[in-house]
């Protein structure tokens, strides 16, 4: 009992009270600044992205571990307006390369969705392993 409450107590550290998970919410926005960079009509790549988006957008709610899950309708809608932010944010930085920016940094959306990836699974992995069994 009391490794599970610790478990439960060090998650929250990462999940707000609300259910606003921070991680997964950074690896979200990246991928939808990617996906508002890269967009074009019937590519396949595009697709790929949208459907790895919508799959970023809805699991993680089913992994929070709080004492009470947020409203399923509130959180995929917070998720929505990052999303919508986030991909109008991706459109305008595509407009901004090779006048404003350098060309070079077309990759600096995919480098920090990588870098931002590896540290969700980090937490996602060190939050499973530290589980140990009450005595």
């Not at 107590?9 to 600044?33: C, P």
């Not at 590896?118 to 060190?126: E, T």
Request: positive net charge; glycine residues 6%; contains cysteine.
């Amino acid at each position: 009992m009391k490794s599970i409450t610790y478990i439960e107590q060090t998650q929250t550290e990462f999940a707000g009270n609300k259910g606003f998970v921070v991680e997964t919410t950074f690896v979200l926005f990246f991928l939808a600044v990617e996906l508002g960079q890269s967009f074009s009509f019937f590519a396949l790549d595009s697709l790929f992205l949208s459907l790895t988006l919508v799959m970023v957008t809805v699991l993680p709610f089913f992994q929070y571990s709080g004492n009470e899950k947020p409203n399923f309708a509130n959180w995929l809608l917070g998720r929505s307006l990052i999303i919508a932010f986030a991909v109008l944010l991706g459109m305008m930085f595509k407009q901004t390369l090779g006048i404003v920016l350098p060309e070079t940094f077309r990759f600096l959306p995919m480098t920090l969705l990588i870098a931002t990836a590896m540290i969700s699974c980090y937490i996602q992995f060190y939050g499973f392993l530290k589980l140990r069994l009450a005595r």
